[in-house]
């Protein structure tokens, strides 16, 4: 059986990428302005991938879940694991080319 570890680094990862993007505070919650609209910059980087602050919302969740220890089964514990390396593969390459 699967443990929740890779998912919970990788949720580490994806976090500290939106907090340099300025999505996220330090506890990991939406910046209150941000927490409505994706950013333009943002959308333009995650075109494809995550279409709103909904659905990255619930994949930010998904890895504080993990983390946390919640009970989550194999296909959610690998469709976010699959999501979170596309977008922080997204993220560090667009902060490649500043």
């Given amino acids: 059986m699967e443990t929740h570890e890779p ?3 990788l949720s580490l990862r994806l976090e500290k990428l939106l907090q340099r993007h300025g999505v996220l505070d330090d506890q990991g919650q939406m910046e209150t302005p941000k927490a409505g609209e ?4 943002l959308q333009q980087r995650l075109s494809g991938l995550i279409e709103n602050m909904a659905e ?5 969740d ?3 879940d993990a983390r946390r220890g919640k009970s989550l089964s194999m296909a959610v514990m ?3 694991h699959v999501m979170m390396e596309e977008v922080c593969g997204a993220l560090e ?4 080319k500043q």
């Avoid at 990255?56 to 930010?60: C, K, Q, V």
């Avoid at 390459?93 to 490649?96: A, D, G, L, M, Y």
């Fill in 7 to 9: 998912l919970c680094l």
């Fill in 38 to 41: 994706m950013p333009a910059e």
């Fill in 56 to 60: 990255l919302r619930g994949l930010i």
């Fill in 62 to 64: 998904v890895g504080q």
């Fill in 78 to 80: 690998h469709a976010a």
């Fill in 93 to 96: 390459c667009s902060e490649e």
